[in-house]
């Protein structure tokens, strides 16, 4: 694997300029089952995160906490140095409306495991969807964004495209660029790549690259540890809700320190 | 299976003269279909019922083809389907925006309001609509004045129910509130049926409540409720005939009130059976409309046309098995 230095826009961390993201002592849980035990974790602006860990680990579950689609029990997660799900008033700490949370989440990209595109609408129409209905971009605008978007993802000739008539790497892409139309400062990826066959996982890899070369903000699940090694500035491991390891690609998945994350990292090796 | 011929195999087929593992030379193209003797007999019992049933038709003297004819086309006639598809029409139109308010008001997060609207599914579908309509055709027996104010407090206005509850008022009352417990169930079950994966996918993209209904769940819901809402207009054009008991002028009515005094009771029966099957057919042409509308981006192909749908053309079997599964996509 060739490691990437070439990458212009490294992570930058000044006082001035507070981390994108910032989850402190998250909790959550689901009935009797506590999924999220505590999480710690910061990410700065320009950083890849990628986050590791073995199946029912709270891995989902986290990156749905940041853009409010769980709600979260205890603890805080800010992004860009808002409060996420919550306001503050008065001393005391109050649930945010749907509409203010709507608005927290426009800034916040996601793409799933299963793409979820809107079957209904073509590639284009996708990736024109939230622009024009959300941000009230004018239609010609918001069809030439979209336009460029889908050549970014390698799909300019599929946009009259319906989703089920796209290879599932190509629905992915489409994903990618219907997220990146709302010029979000932060992505969030829950494991892009796991409902591809093998060989379509390469030509999102590709387009995941290409994002954090050109700086963006990614909060990244996967299984891919090639992709960690290479492009990630940062990996995470995570097991029964709690954060075990964190650190650099190289230190973390060559020389993990715990043996949980030894053991779960064996099974790729 | 003596009738299923081998396709032709094209040069030395003997198995010795080849080595072990190898396979004949073998050209499939050409092959006979299989035969199917069974079909070509139930053609044959169906076209003898078919000539049975056409003399009985002909020959028949009670079916009386003249008057029907003659009737057919009657003004009266024509003053009973009015009645018929108006009342079909607003009832439907109650039953479809009742049911929209009734499913979502069952899907709320709210208990009280979830559990109102479960009763009255509960009610309206659990009594028979004839029964419905007798009792809101019957209601000044129950409620000889209805007014309107604060209970125990001052009365803001009042009316005497017969006068208010004519037969046509009852009609649509009846229809459309027990039709409005139907198609709330069958717009849930449609709402149901989307992947909460595009609530989220819609959501984590900044959509609104409203707008994420609009334009990513209802479309989808529509492929679910078209279906099921065309058999429940069909449904209701026939249901409108139970309306002749509270003597309101709708199509049955109407030739009943004819053969009671002609006596022509077949043919004018026959009258009522063409105009429902009339209806009822241009009903379903106006479905195969609507449910090729939303039948955007469901199948890998281009929808089937609407003439070989409206003809009872099946589309190419290749074509039908490419639709694609929300599994498959998975
Ligand atoms: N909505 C929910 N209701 C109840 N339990 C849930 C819900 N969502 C997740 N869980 C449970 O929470 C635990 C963590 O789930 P999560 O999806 O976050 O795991 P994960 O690390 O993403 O796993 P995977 O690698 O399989 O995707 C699992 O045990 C799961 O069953
Ligand atoms: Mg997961």
Redesign the interface.
Known sequence: MIQDTSRPTGPKDTPADPPMVVARHVRKRFGHLEVLRGIDLEVRRGEVVVILGPSGSGKSTFLRCI?H?ERIDAGSIHVEGQLIGFRQAGGRVHHLR??EI??Q??D???V?Q?F???????ALENVM??PT??LRVPKAEARKAATQLLTRVGLADKAAC????LS?GQ?QRV?IA??LA?EPKLMLFDEPTS?LDPELVGEVLASMRDLAREGLTMLVVTHEVGFAKEVADRVVFMDGGQILESGRPQDVLDNPTHPRTRAFLRRFL | MSTTHHPTVRGDASEAEHPPGAVPAVDVAGAAPVRHPLRWLSVLILAVLGTQLGHFLVTNPHFEWGTVGSYLGAQVIGQGIATTVELTAIAMLIGIAGGVLVAVGRMSDNRVLSSVCGAYVWFFRGVPVLVQLVFWYNLSALLPRISFGIPFGPEFASWHTNALITPLLAAILGLGLNEAAYMAEIVRGGLLGV?P??T??????????A?LLR??IL??AMRFIIPPTGSQVINMLKATSLVSVIALADLLYTVQSIYNRTFETIPLLIVACLWYLIMTSVLYVGQSFIERH?A?????HAPQSFWSFALFRRAPAAERDAT?SKEE??
């Open positions: 853009n689609l749907p509409r709507t608005r989440r426009r916040i990209g996601m799933f299963h979820n595109l809107f079957p209904h609408q073509t969807e939230a209905g959300v319906y989703p089920r008539q599932g629905q994903a219907r997220a709302m409902a | 992947d994966g595009q989220e996918a819609a959501s984590a993209l900044g959509m609104g409540r707008r334009r990513v479309p989808q939303y955007r981006g469901a199948t890998r694609v996509t998975r």
